[in-house]
């Protein structure tokens, strides 16, 4: 799993009180941390890259609860400095092999008027900064409860921003862009009920991950790495000065964190770059999460599939209920006085259908959701015990769709909706995971609508992180793999946990079919969401007009072509053909892209990349001697430049081209599209327009002899 290149180690003890600054540069130089304590103990940090101010001097440390300052009065007791240069290979991922080069300063402090101590380890990578904040087993600390973390990200001007607005529960609004100092003004206005969470300080502004650039041309992205038993961090903002300062997740008692000496907090990152290119390419939120915990990963794989799914959200009348009654439901169900509603999808034979489909159109999985007790009073809200995860409904035959799936070499995914009573959910967790594993399924789609009940917990705060990575492992133990939807956003766990196979904690598809998405929606979010890890996007749709399916339905804000370029430029190793599979029928020549696009890769290649504009991105196979190419763009039409230099030297390739057609748009022509064949090589450069919010898909393969 992991290969030693060179590792190198220099210690340097610091002499006791002095308030020199301590030096850390990146491997190629171009990134320079300066460490100090001011006069009155208080640890600050700057960055700078290519001698230009990336952070200017910011504060850090905690305020204790109920009031202990733990951000100041510090001396500096030791640091040690260290380089180190690995190479690992993630199990599933957009590179075979991973390089980890960097160089760290751990720094020791201690505060004389308590006696507390506090650790500071800082790494420092070619493509930004990771530093977190370790609490060293102490007698006179051995737990405590957090006020704050006063972690400050102070900026030096009022940068273009893209961000959500602060949210403790959800991440599913369209990205704002506008400048720094107009976010306090915009946040409100852009929170959307019932989505937002209902208590903010006045302050909080956004969640990160949060991606600006500069007036200079700077690109900076502001996350954090390894979310473990830690509330979320989201970001306040003074737009006078610019500055950002950590805003943990609180429980609903104000609590922000609960705190064992001997523990670490999340890594706070700052990935930057004068190429927008390079902050896609960036591996350095992986690199600071712990290598794979699990002894055997043989049974972790990619995964695409197509699902009993879209036809709930376009108005077909297929629902997740089983009754004609959907009405709040106090109390247990007796279904077999209940009365099938002639709609409900999840049954046996609806099922058959998509198994036949994935069978013979060569995808992996079938998604079906609905087919469990409880949907009739799926309200999280009303009562804390709602589904059976071991129960289906009566039209919902589990033993013979395991035999059915099984003879057409196709699996099941399951779907654990909670609604978000998740105490009950835990209550019935393994069995759950049991029951899969009995029943041949290998993964499963979790999912936390509506606030937390009962323990009115925060979907961010640290009691729901632990949650989900006691799923994860719960699935781990029964071979298990999950796609979490309203969860936390990712911070690169699936190195640690690669059965953590991919989340949505974005706007996804779906809302393609309440209010819709805006053209730059998906040029965004490879920026933002991704950077944290693969989402579950569920690409794919074909039919723009959603209006077939009723009214006041939403026009899907891309092409045809765009949708297929998304399984390039939206990575996850977990990839749906989410359109109803009648319509993927009536375009197949189309459909082809997605039969064919890989989902697990060699190598990845960031060709053309702009913050809100466009993305074009070819990837590698692994394993083959293959490359697939998405290129999509907003609201503009504009020429994508697709330079094929990274194919192999002095050998001729076939080149399938997906394109818009002349006169496609994705308001008024969205299924206008051209396949066209070409030869290329590495010295090949395509030109291809890309109509408003259009796209490019390409497929390239050895010449047939």
């Known amino acids: 799993m992991k290969q030693l290149i060179l590792t190198c180690v220099i210690f340097c003890c610091g002499i006791f009180g002095v308030l020199k600054a301590e030096n850390l540069t990146s491997p190629d130089g171009n990134l320079s941390l300066d460490f100090r304590l001011l006069e009155d103990g208080t640890p600050v940090y700057s960055l700078q890259y290519k001698g230009r101010s990336v952070i200017k001097y910011s504060e850090m440390g905690f305020l204790i609860r109920p009031d202990y300052a733990f951000d100041k009065g510090f001396r500096k007791m030791f640091v040690r400095y260290a380089e180190t240069d690995t190479v690992w290979h993630p199990v599933l991922g957009q590179y075979r092999d991973i390089r980890d080069h960097h160089k760290e300063m751990f720094v020791m402090l201690e505060q004389p008027s308590t006696g507390w101590k506090l650790n500071i380890r800082f790494r420092l990578f070619n493509d930004g900064l990771g530093f977190r904040y370790e609490f060293p087993v102490q007698e006179s600390l051995r737990n405590f409860s957090l006020k704050e973390e006063m972690t400050e990200f102070r900026l030096t001007g009022d940068h273009k ?57 700077l690109y900076i992205n502001i996350h954090e790495a390894a979310l473990v038993d830690y509330p979320a961090m989201q970001l306040n903002l003074d737009d006078k000065n610019f500055c950002l300062s950590s805003h943990l997740v609180p429980d609903k008692n104000g609590i922000k964190g609960f705190i064992q000496t001997g523990s670490v907090t999340p890594w706070r990152t700052v990935i930057v770059s004068d190429d927008a290119r390079d902050i896609l390419a960036s591996n350095l939120i992986l690199n600071l999460n712990e290598p794979c915990k699990l002894e055997d990963t043989s049974w972790i794989h990619p995964v695409k599939y197509v699902g009993v799914w879209w036809e709930y959200f376009t108005g077909q009348g297929s629902t997740w209920a089983y009754t004609k009654n959907q009405d709040i439901v106090i109390g247990k169900t007796d279904y077999t006085k209940e009365i099938p509603n002639g709609t409900h999808a999840a049954n046996t ?82 069995d759950a995971f049991r029951f899969m594993a009995d029943n041949g399924y290998d993964a499963v789609k979790t999912g936390y609508v509506g606030p937390i009940i009962p323990r009115s917990e925060y979907h961010d705060g640290q009691w729901m992180v632990n949650h989900y990575l006691r799923v994860a492992k719960m699935a781990a133990k029964y071979k298990a793999m999950v796609n979490s939807h309203e969860a936390v956003r990712p911070t690169g766990l699936c190195r640690t946990y690669p059965n953590w196979i991919a989340q949505e904690s974005a706007r996804g598809t779906e809302f393609e079919s309440f209010e819709g998405n805006r053209p730059d929606h998906t040029t965004i979010l490879p920026f ?141 022509n969205p299924k206008d599209y051209v396949i066209s064949t070409r030869k290329v090589t590495s010295k090949t450069v395509l030109k291809q327009r890309l109509a408003p919010s259009g796209g490019v898909a390409v497929s390239i393969r050895p010449l047939s002899r």
């Not at 609905?370 to 999280?380: K, L, Y």
């Not at 794919?540 to 006041?552: A, K, R, T």
């Open 349 to 430: 034979a609806h099922v058959k259908e998509y198994i036949d489909f994935a069978a013979k159109h060569g995808f992996d999985a079938v998604l079906v959701e609905g087919w469990n007790e409880g949907w009739e009073a799926n309200f999280a809200y009303v009562k804390e015990h709602i589904y059976s995860f071991t129960k289906p409904y009566p039209d919902f035959d589990v033993e013979e769709l395991h035999r059915y799936a099984a003879e057409k070499g196709v699996k099941i995914i399951m779907h654990h909706e909670t609604t978000s009573s998740v105490a009950d959910y835990e209550r019935q967790m393994e």
């Open 528 to 668: 933002t969401r991704l950077m944290g890890g693969p989402m579950d996007y569920t690409p794919g749709i074909f039919e723009g007009d959603l209006s077939v399916y009723g009214p006041n339905k939403a026009q899907l804000s891309t092409t045809l072509v765009k949708q297929l370029a998304l399984y390039v430029t939206m990575y996850s190793p977990l990839q749906m053909a989410a359109d109803l599979y009648t319509n993927y029928e009536k375009y197949p020549d189309a459909f082809r892209f997605i039969k064919d696009v890989a989902v697990d890769w060699d190598n990845t290649y960031i060709l053309e990349a702009e913050p809100g504009d466009y993305i074009t991105i070819a990837r590698k196979t692994k394993g083959k001697d293959e490359w697939f190419v998405g290129g999509i763009t907003d609201e503009n039409s504009r020429e994508a430049e697709i330079d094929l230099s990274f194919l192999p030297e002095g050998k001729s390739y076939e080149a399938v081209i997906y394109a818009d057609g002349k006169k496609a748009d994705w308001r008024t």
């Open 161 to 217: 921003a893209f961000w959500l607005p602060g949210d403790y529960d959800t991440q599913e609004y369209p990205t704002t862009t506008s400048r720094l100092s107009e976010v306090v003004s915009l946040v409100d206005s852009v929170r959307l009920e019932p989505l937002a969470a209902k208590s903010f300080t006045p302050n909080l502004a956004v969640q990160t991950p949060l991606m600006m650039k500069s007036d200079d041309g």
